[in-house]
């Protein structure tokens, strides 16, 4: 009894419960600061693997262990390679004294639907204008290396605010608008451009950067034409175009999972 208690003093000394705290807020700071890029869904592969690995392992399956072997030495030298953006960023973080990550607010379904209603509203004004845009709308996979690539604001979204951005002429109209949230977080960011052969040629650079975002991604991009006035969206690597008013707010509603019944928001800013 008494070697077993020594034992555990030796494990609760200071220095032990220091250690232990360091890494742990190490850790979590990590997938923080990875939290707002596509890195999370590589980091899921990787941990996909790794348990496969090990119950081919426990199982004994030769060839399946073998290659997992062959993978995981690919890896070794491709990770620094696939997480270089991260890296960078969680350096530039440490040279700035800011290693500590907030964390993101999460967003209720009444500013949800506070958001749509000032994206309708605004596209509305641009479709009739034909004022050309780009609206990314942020879902799980993170885009902050799309972020990092324009104007930080973080502002209050507001149909007004979003109008001016895109008005041409403007410092930041030839660019993507970044919602994050209920809120504006960049813009003027550069999109990566679709490489697919099958884009239809009468489609812009507008329609080619949005649907080049949604093929490496789950962000939904709202796209108002500038030559037709057309609005469209690109998600999951498909553009569905000319959308009205209503069909607009309904796919919006559904894709950010907003219940119906909170409509009453809609109505009031209608009628003021």
């Known amino acids: 009894m008494s070697v077993i208690l020594a034992q555990l003093k030796q494990l609760l000394q200071w220095r ?7 890494v742990a807020v190490v850790v979590y700071q990590f997938f923080m600061l990875i939290k707002g890029t596509r890195a999370v869904q590589l980091l899921n592969g990787l941990i996909i693997l790794l348990v496969v690995s090990n119950v081919s392992d426990y199982l004994h399956l030769g060839t399946i262990s073998w290659m997992l072997d062959q993978v995981w030495k690919v890896l ?5 390679v696939v997480f270089q953006p991260e890296l960078r960023r969680a350096l530039e973080h440490l040279g700035r004294g800011k290693f500590f990550v907030r964390h993101p607010t999460t967003v209720g379904t009444e500013d949800l639907l506070k958001m749509i209603n000032e994206l309708i509203r605004c596209t509305q004004v641009l479709s009739k204008n034909r004022i050309g845009a780009l609206l990314v709308l942020e879902r799980q996979t993170g885009i902050q290396d799309i972020i990092n690539t324009g104007i930080q604001i973080n502002g209050v979204i507001s149909s007004e605010f979003l109008v001016n951005i895109f008005v041409p002429n403007t410092p930041l109209h030839d660019g993507a608008v970044v919602i994050r949230g209920n809120r504006v977080e960049a813009a003027g960011c550069f999109l990566p451009l679709s490489e697919n052969p099958n884009i239809l040629k009468e489609l812009g650079t507008r329609h080619r950067a949005a649907l080049g975002l949604s093929e490496i991604g789950d962000a939904l991009i709202v796209i108002v034409s500038e030559e037709t006035g057309a609005i469209s ?10 959308l009205d008013e209503k069909a607009l707010k309904d796919l919006l509603m559904r894709e950010l999972q907003v219940e119906k019944t909170n409509s009453s928001i809609w109505s009031w800013r209608r009628s003021s």
């Open 233 to 242: 969206v690109a998600m999951d690597g498909n553009l569905t175009r000319f």
């Open 16 to 22: 032990s419960i220091l250690d232990i705290v360091v």
């Open 76 to 80: 070794f030298f491709a990770l620094p």
